[in-house]
């Protein structure tokens, strides 16, 4: 909708400051759909050509543009290989550098790394990196939410169509801290006073499992645990992960 | 600016895919047959004893049946290329990364259908000037106005590319092609039907083939072509099929022009209007 393909049915909405719908400030938006799809008569540095043509860009620019974003993906050594010859991976990766030909202030990159081997998906975080280094922004909508867990500033989640919930993963760099401990020795009243510290305290049979907002307070648990006659065979803290977070927000998932 | 950027595209996708060579081939091998014909017959009138008259009107004749089916071949040709222009990059959603491009969705519609007008001027171009030399070069025939039955065959074909894109704004491939092709054939078969209730003044007849042209105008402009082509004295037999009463007038050829247009417009609004 941001980009013009899909009409809104009601309200407003400015993008870069300028309603949507404004073909100029496409000039400043890049975008990768999901299923990247395109000529595939083309080689990969026609496609750029190509899309640095639409984007008003001069042959000039596009001398200098073309070679270092096919570098930046890696496929340089493709770049007269037409596109029906190349595999998932390197249509993805010439997705995205098409998105970026016109160095766009705002990118919206719809599943990027999908269809991508380690290699690729590492790759990808880079260039989504050094977007964010030069001063753009990068909308990544992902299904993996590892890797917006390792690539992304903030994250929402949206549920049917509606923001359901947002989390800043600069603010709160330890997020809810998820301890999982194998003790003996550890009585209920011990248990109890683990509160101070912790959310949530719970020992079934030799497994502790405890919930905490910040990693400052575990060795406090750790020597309590200690002091009261525990036996502590293994204490991990666990970072409360993204998906788990979404599972929380998003619910059960009903089949639907 | 972006408009003659995908027009370039366009050609430059028929020419990638041979679809321009392997239409040139078939056409070069139809003047080829049509050629080896007009030879024949020509060769033929040598060894037997008939007034030039008669000889010139037979040879006229195949002449104007070289034009015909030029005609069909450029129509459908244009159909079958364009029929996916549209539709089918919608449907495999290939669209999107170009319609989030900096330029306005109108121009991405006229950039390809400016691509297809190309092509098919060039194919009408080549092939009736393929079709003129045999009969000059070959049978010692010339069309009356070659040159205005060539621009009216390619508004024919830019009428048909217009249709094929109006729909393929709302419709699948197959869809659109059936829909177009339908249309084309119901202007054809109302085309005979007016041709043979003029000869037959049988005015019922008349009036049906003037509503299917209204409906669906590509045969008309055709037959003035035939008929802006063919030589004086057939134009004035009233059993020929192209005769002076069943000529479409100019103004029905101003109609397909507004047909034209109307449908063009058609197509850029519901392009611009629709969904992605």
């Known amino acids: 909708m941001f980009l013009g393909l899909v009409k809104p049915s009601d309200g407003q909405a400015l993008v870069l400051g300028v309603p949507i719908g404004d073909v100029n400030v496409r000039r400043k938006i890049g975008f990768l759909p999901e299923d990247f799809r395109f000529y595939t008569w083309l080689s990969a540095s026609e496609l750029l050509k190509l899309h640095g043509r639409l984007c008003g860009m001069t042959k000039a620019r596009l001398r200098e543009r073309v070679p270092a974003l096919l570098d930046l993906v890696g496929l340089t050594p493709h770049r007269e290989k037409r596109l029906r010859e190349f595999s998932k991976g390197m249509l993805q990766r010439i997705g995205l550098a098409q998105a970026l030909i016109h160095?766009?202030?705002?990118?919206?990159?719809?599943?990027?790394?999908?269809?991508?081997?380690?290699?690729?998906?590492?790759?990808?975080?880079?260039?989504?990196?050094?977007?964010?280094?030069?001063?753009?922004?990068?909308?990544?909508?992902?299904?993996?939410?590892?890797?917006?867990?390792?690539?992304?500033?903030?994250?929402?989640?949206?549920?049917?169509?509606?923001?359901?919930?947002?989390?800043?993963?600069?603010?709160?760099?330890?997020?809810?801290?998820?301890?999982?401990?194998?003790?003996?020795?550890?009585?209920?009243?011990?248990?109890?006073?683990?509160?101070?510290?912790?959310?949530?305290?719970?020992?079934?049979?030799?497994?502790?499992?405890?919930?905490?907002?910040?990693?400052?307070?575990?060795?406090?648990?750790?020597?309590?645990?200690?002091?009261?006659?525990?036996?502590?065979?293994?204490?991990?803290?666990?970072k409360l992960s993204l998906e788990d977070l979404f599972l929380k927000i998003m619910g059960e998932d009903r089949g639907l | 600016m972006g408009a003659w950027i995908m027009a370039g595209v366009t050609f430059r996708e028929a020419a990638r895919r041979k679809i321009l060579w392997t239409a040139l081939l078939a056409g070069s091998a139809f003047l080829a047959l049509f050629g080896t014909g007009m030879h024949f017959q020509a060769e033929h009138f040598t060894r037997v004893s008939l007034p030039p008259f008669v000889r010139y009107q037979v040879l006229s004749t195949m002449l104007q049946v070289g034009f015909y089916a030029v005609d069909l071949l450029a129509v459908i040709m244009t159909i079958l290329t364009s029929v996916d222009a549209l539709s089918g990059e919608i449907a495999s959603g290939t669209i999107q990364a170009i319609a989030t491009k900096p330029i306005p969705r109108w121009q991405v519609l006229i950039g390809k259908w400016m691509g297809f007008a190309g092509m098919a001027a060039l194919y009408v171009a080549a092939m009736f000037g393929g079709v003129t030399a045999v009969g000059y070069f070959i049978g010692g025939v010339l069309p009356r106005h070659a040159l205005v039955g060539a621009l009216l065959v390619f508004l024919e074909c830019l009428l048909v590319l217009t249709i094929t894109f109006m729909f393929g704004t709302w419709f699948s491939t197959l869809t659109n092609g059936v829909i177009v092709l339908g249309l084309h054939g119901l202007a054809f078969i109302g085309g005979w039907i007016e041709q043979i209730g003029a000869a037959t003044d049988t005015a019922r007849l008349v009036t049906v083939g003037v509503v299917s042209s209204l409906i669906m105008p590509s045969e008309s402009v055709w037959r003035r072509a035939s008929f802006e082509m063919q030589s004086s004295f057939a134009r004035s037999l009233r059993f020929s099929p192209f005769s002076e009463a069943s000529a479409p007038s100019a103004p029905m050829v101003g109609y397909a022009l507004a047909y034209l247009l109307v449908a063009l417009i058609v197509a850029l609004y519901h392009f611009h209007r629709r969904d992605l």
Request: glycine letters at 6%; a negative charge.
């Open chain 1, 103 to 238: 160095e766009p202030e705002l990118v919206f990159l719809d599943e990027p790394t999908s269809g991508l081997d380690p290699m690729g998906r590492r790759l990808v975080r880079d260039v989504i990196r050094a977007q964010r280094d030069r001063g753009a922004t990068v909308f990544l909508n992902s299904h993996l939410l590892s890797e917006v867990e390792i690539t992304c500033d903030q994250v929402v989640f949206i549920k049917e169509g509606e923001v359901v919930a947002g989390h800043d993963l600069r603010t709160h760099p330890d997020g809810e801290i998820r301890v999982a401990a194998r003790v003996r020795n550890v009585s209920p009243k011990t248990v109890a006073e683990l509160a101070q510290w912790s959310t949530s305290a719970q020992l079934d049979g030799e497994r502790l499992t405890l919930a905490t907002r910040t990693t400052a307070v575990l060795p406090d648990i750790l020597r309590h645990l200690v002091s009261t006659g525990a036996d502590v065979f293994e204490f991990t803290p666990e």
